[in-house]
């Protein structure tokens, strides 16, 4: 299955955002980019609502209020993000792209060994 967990462009490359697991949930955090740091959480307490699709929180640089959002993947390298006002009516969306992983990355899923090398 996949999943948004990651690195993130937004839409009009305005920055980028890691999503990494936080208890539970998924958060999003602006990445400096820099130091490629986390700083500023944006995605709050995403929970799973539907298949590659998750609920919660958004906050929003812009504007300094936080809103109910949600983010669904359309694609192993898209994912839309909405932020909802006005009682969850008034919804707006933009896509994120994803940032090609680095190499040390994917390889997090391989064992490696304990035993001395000679």
Known sequence: MDTPLGDWQTEGEKGS????????????????????????????????????????????????????????????????VKACALGRFFCSGNVWSRIAGKPEKQITSRQTSSEPRS
């Open 17 to 80: 955002v890691r999503i990494e697991p936080c208890g539970g949930a998924l958060c999003g955090y602006v990445l400096n980019p820099s130091s490629n740091a986390v700083g500023e959480t944006v995605l709050i307490n995403m929970k799973p609502k539907a298949a590659s699709e998750w609920s919660g929180n958004i906050f929003s640089r812009n504007s300094g209020n936080t809103y109910y959002g949600t983010i669904a993947l359309k694609g192993p390298n898209s994912l839309l």
